[in-house]
Structure formats: structure tokens, C-alpha cells
């Protein structure tokens, strides 16, 4: 199963590939690290970057789709501009998403810990909530 982990941070998303396969993990080469909207107020953009991740997904073969849970409220609330791109995500046909939560996360790492140190993955530091969100789609 290919899995793309999702983090998304103000108007842009970051992105992690991560697949299983026969209980082996493996981090596939991808061309892109985030993905962003350029103008928030333009309908046009929202539908070319909802166009260019659903592309990207396609070209990666992706599964499934697992975006990191942010609080609707308090102090660490997701922005609408958040909420907008993960709509737009969503509603991607032909793609399977879910959301992981900060609770199901913290559940799957301490049962089953990730196989490696993420200094080892070659990501860039960046790309570590997404990358540990994807790790939990597959496990989970």
C-alpha cells in the first residue's frame, strides 16, 4: 500500500510518501515536497492546486491519502485557509483519505515505534509530522 502522509501549515501542504510492502517500509523519490496556493481568494488557484495534488497522486499511485487532525479550536487551531485545502483534498475523486488524530498517532507509535530514526529517512526535517502521519495510516 503507498501512502501520501499530509501536513498542511497555513496555505501550504506538506507531503511524505511512504509505502508497505510484504511488512517493508519503503520512502519512494518524489518530485515534490509541498504543494502551495499561491492567492486564497481565487477560486481558479484553489481548483489548480486541488488539480496539481490530485495529478501528483495519480503519477505516485497513491492509496491513500492521510492528513494530520489540527484542533478546530483553542490555541493550536487549524486557519480556514487550512480547513479550505483540506476540503479540497477531500474531495478529490477516486481518492481514499482519512484523518489522523494527535490521540490515534500517539496510540499507534507507542505500540508499534517507528523502525528507524527519522535522521535516517534522508527527509528533510520538515517533512517529520508527515511522515509520522503516514506511518500511522499504514499501520492503523
Known amino acids: 500500500m503507498k ?16 509505502s508497505l510492502e510484504d511488512g517493508l517500509f519503503q520512502i519512494p523519490d518524489c518530485r515534490v515536497r509541498r504543494l502551495s ?9 484553489l481548483r489548480d492546486f486541488q488539480f496539481a495534488f490530485a495529478k501528483l497522486m495519480a503519477d505516485y499511485k497513491v492509496e491513500k491519502v492521510a492528513i ?8 493550536f487551531a ?3 485557509v487550512g480547513f479550505k485545502l ?4 477531500e474531495l478529490i475523486g477516486n481518492l481514499t483519505t482519512e484523518l ?3 490521540t490515534q ?14 535522521s535516517a529517512t534522508g527527509l528533510k526535517a ?3 509530522p508527515a511522515f509520522i502521519t503516514a506511518y500511522v495510516a499504514c499501520m492503523a
Open 86 to 89: 483540506e476540503a479540497a483534498i
Open 100 to 102: 489522523v488524530s494527535a
Open 37 to 45: 496556493l499561491s492567492n486564497i481568494n481565487s477560486t481558479q488557484h
Open 3 to 18: 501512502v501520501c502522509g499530509v501536513e498542511i501549515k497555513s496555505n501550504e501542504v506538506i507531503v511524505c510518501l511512504l
Open 68 to 75: 494530520k487532525q489540527r484542533p478546530m479550536k483553542g490555541k
Open 78 to 80: 487549524g486557519g480556514a
Open 105 to 118: 498517532a500517539k496510540q499507534v507509535l507507542k505500540d508499534q515505534p517507528l523502525p528507524v530514526e527519522f
Open 126 to 128: 520538515f517533512q517529520e
